[in-house]
């Protein structure tokens, strides 16, 4: 590899990583079993609260 090709290859990477930073960070993976947990929960937080 030459001088000219090794530092356009270090530009390149330096310049992805930066707009990898830049880019919107995505919400966290959260599970199907998981998802359902949340719900079920959400749905049974409410009726004790109208209840109590």
């Not at 090794?6 to 310049?15: I, N, S, T």
Request: proline share 6%; charged share 40%.
């Amino acid at each position: 590899m030459n001088r000219q090709k090794k530092l356009k290859q270090l530009f390149k990477e330096k310049a992805k990583k930066a707009s990898a930073k830049l880019a919107p960070k995505k919400p966290k993976y959260i599970s199907k079993a998981d998802r359902l947990k949340l719900d079920a929960e959400a749905a049974a937080t409410p009726s004790e609260t109208a209840e109590s």
